[in-house]
C-alpha cells in the first residue's frame, strides 16, 4: 500500500488492515567520542557551547548501550568521527526497511543542517557492509530529510509516521512511500522546541503511544488518536526538559527513558511496561536523548 495521508479524513484503514513487519533485533550506536556541542541548530543547544562533561557523556552513554545487550539484542558500535560532533544522534541519517520477502534496504538521509551533512557517508558505510540495499534521494529535489528522527516505523505494522516542518520537508514521504511501498501519516511539527518526530512521538507498542500534544495540529493529533488505541501525554515540563517522548521500547515491552520522567514513567508502569530510566543530561544539552542514540536494525 502506497499512500501519504496528509488529512485524518483520508484515513480509511486500520492496524489489522496493515501488513506485518518483524521487529528489528539489532542496534547500531556511535560512540561519543568526539561528542560535543560546537553549533547551535536547534534551541536546546542555546548557552551549551563549549559546556560538555566528557567522561559524564561517555558513561551515560556506555549505561545505554549496555541496556540493550541485557535486553538481548546484537549491538553494532561505529566509531566517531572527529569533525561530527553530533554523529552520536544516530536516529537521523537513515531510514531502514526489510520487505516482505527479507530484502533489506535503507534510504539515506539529506540533512537540513550543513553541519551534519558529512555525517550521513560514514552511516552508509555501515549498511554496505550489512547487506543492505543503499537508496539515495535525489538532492535536487528533496533538500530535507532525516531519517528516523522524524520517519518512525509503527511497532510490527508497514506503516510510518512522517514528522515534518523543521528537519524533514512534506513532499519527501510522497517518494518514500512509493519507494518503501509503505503508507505513510504525515504529522506537521509546530513547535521548534520539537524539531524532529521523535522529539514529541514515541511508539511504544502496536496500539500506544507516547505524545506532547502540542507539539502538534488538531487534525494531526486527531490522526495519532485514531490509530493509537492508548495515547500517553507527557506534560510540557517532562517533554521540553526532559525529552520524555525522546524515549524508546524496542521490544513492545521495556521501555529506556530518561531520568525524572515521573508522571509519564507511572502512566508506563500502569500499563505494563517496564521502564529503565537512564541519565543522558550531556546529551540534552544538544537536543537528544535516548531515541536520538540508536538506530534500530533487521
Sequence with gaps: MS???THSDQLDFTLADL????APGKVMVVNPKYFDVKYVINPHMEGHIGDINFEEAHAEWEKLKAAYENLGFYVHEVEAQEEFPDMVFCANQ?????????TKQVIMSVMHSEQRKGEVPHIEEVYEHSSYEVIHL???QFTDFEGMGDAIWHY??????GGYGYRSSHEVYEHISETLNTPVIALELVDEKFYHLDT???VLNEETALIYPKA????GLKKIRSIFSTVIEA?????????????????????LIQKGCVEVNQRLEELGFVVHEFNTDEFLKSGGSVFCMKMMLW
Aim: charged letters at 30%; one cysteine or more; proline letters at 8%.
Design 19 to 22: 501488513e506485518d513487519m518483524p
Design 138 to 140: 535525489d538532492e535536487t
Design 235 to 255: 506534560s510540557q515540563h517532562e517533554a521540553e526538559d526532559l525529552f520524555a517522548c525522546n524515549a524508546t521500547s524496542p521490544d513492545g515491552k521495556n521501555v
Design 156 to 161: 510490527k505494522k508497514r506503516l510510518i509516521w
Design 216 to 219: 502538534f495540529s488538531e487534525d
Design 3 to 5: 499512500k501519504v495521508i
Design 94 to 102: 537513515s531510514l531502514p526497511n526489510i520487505k516482505p520477502d527479507g
Design 200 to 202: 514529541c512521538l514515541c
